[in-house]
Antibody
Framework: EVQLVESGGGLVQPGRSLRLSCAAS????????MHWVRQAPGKGLEWVSG????????GYADSVKGRFTISRDNAKNSLHLQMNSLRAEDTALYYC????????????WGQGTMVSVSS | QSALTQPPSASGSPGQSVTISCTGT?????????VSWYQQHPGKAPKLMIY???KRPSGVPDRFSGSKSGNTASLTVSGLQAEDEADYYC??????????FGGGTKLTVL
């Protein structure tokens, strides 16, 4: 079955760090770009970051640039998001999604992992 | 990086057609044919409905169609059905490895 499963979310204090992971299965992982998209409670979708198949091209939303780092391990079919200096406004459900290329549509989404930033 | 602009709500009766707009700039929607649309039901992950402005993934009913004129893209849902009631989001590539989403439109089937 083609699927993406996120993990690593939880409750964290402002200023601390968290590392999210996304396990991919059922498709050739290194044929695809990968993205992180978040959704704050009751709000819309916000693109966070994307990475090309070979990690050669990476993009970040202005809201997370300099604090978040996206990476992938093609040997382990996994995607990661290292989140540092977390803020209350980073509280959201974080989805990983795949796309044929960085500019292409996100054709498969995981179910998300919840990150709550609060003291 | 500014979000694309969508109307917060839209509605129509069963069998009718409804169109949702998505307005950007010449640096995103108007500059690339990489506009996509996603459907999200409450508590569920988004689902791709339209890619590259007007293409439908396998399994998406042909009642869903997309188009673009200048800096504005549109999603039209024809023959509205109860299960079409959901939130809809547009998205566009914006160059420099950046992707933008719209604020979302809540579609109500009356």
């Amino acid at each position: 079955e083609v699927q993406l499963v996120e993990s690593g979310g939880g409750l964290v204090q402002p200023g601390r760090s968290l590392r999210l992971s996304c396990a991919a299965s059922g498709f050739t992982f290194d044929d695809y770009a990968m993205h992180w998209v978040r959704q704050a409670p009751g709000k819309g979708l916000e693109w966070v970051s994307g990475i090309s198949w070979n990690s050669g091209s990476i993009g970040y939303a202005d809201s997370v640039k300099g604090r978040f780092t996206i990476s992938r391990d093609n040997a382990k079919n996994s995607l990661h998001l290292q989140m540092n200096s977390l803020r209350a406004e980073d509280t959201a459900l974080y989805y990983c999604a795949k796309a044929p290329g960085l500019h292409d549509a996100l054709d498969l989404w995981g179910q998300g992992t919840m990150v709550s930033v609060s003291s | 990086q500014s979000a694309l602009t969508q109307p917060p709500s839209a509605s129509g009766s069963p069998g009718q057609s409804v169109t949702i707009s998505c307005t950007g700039t010449s640096s995103d929607v108007g500059g690339y044919n990489y506009v996509s649309w996603y459907q999200q039901h409450p508590g569920k992950a988004p689902k791709l409905m339209i890619y590259e402005v007007s293409k439908r993934p396998s399994g998406v009913p042909d009642r869903f169609s997309g188009s673009k004129s200048g800096n504005t893209a549109s999603l039209t849902v024809s023959g509205l059905q109860a299960e079409d009631e959901a939130d809809y989001y547009c998205s566009s590539f914006a160059g420099s490895n950046i992707v933008l989403f719209g604020g979302g439109t809540k579609l109500t089937v009356l």
